[in-house]
């Protein structure tokens, strides 16, 4: 499967922004989809995942209750919903695709190139 986020951009502390990720392939269900984000200078960290059959939803506690995950199976489109969103919040954020059930950056074999959120204070 092959990922394309988009959404990200300039934001104050306190807005909102809606990162979407596009997935191709006919197995786009198959998968588990996960945010992961890269701050500077510091290494990817888990965001949100959600399985790929909408059983667990997963989330960071830094971003819970401000950020939600959810998927749409037919337009095989993985979404991030970032609310109240702070400096610290300010990355690369790339979307990911897992066989399996997992948080584990590691365990993602498909990942996206990224897209750049900047949360000024």
């Known amino acids: 499967v092959q990922l394309q986020a988009y959404g990200g951009g300039l934001v104050q502390a306190g807005g909102s922004l809606r990162l979407s990720c596009a997935a191709s392939?006919?197995?786009?269900?198959?998968?588990?989809l996960g945010w992961f984000r890269q701050a500077p200078g510091k290494e990817r960290e888990f965001v949100a995942a959600?399985?790929?059959?909408?059983?667990?939803?997963y989330y960071a506690d830094p971003v819970k209750g401000r950020f939600t995950i959810s998927r749409d199976n037919a337009k095989h489109t993985v979404t991030l919903q970032m609310n109240n969103l702070n400096a610290e919040d300010t990355a690369v954020y790339y979307c990911?695709?897992?066989?399996?059930?997992?948080?584990?950056?590691?365990?993602?074999?498909?990942w996206g190139q990224g897209t750049h959120v900047t949360v000024s204070s």
């Open positions: 990911a695709a897992t066989n399996t059930a997992t948080i584990r950056a590691e365990e993602y074999h498909y």
């Open positions: 959600i399985t790929r059959t909408y059983g667990s939803i």
């Open positions: 392939g006919r197995t786009f269900s198959a998968y588990g």
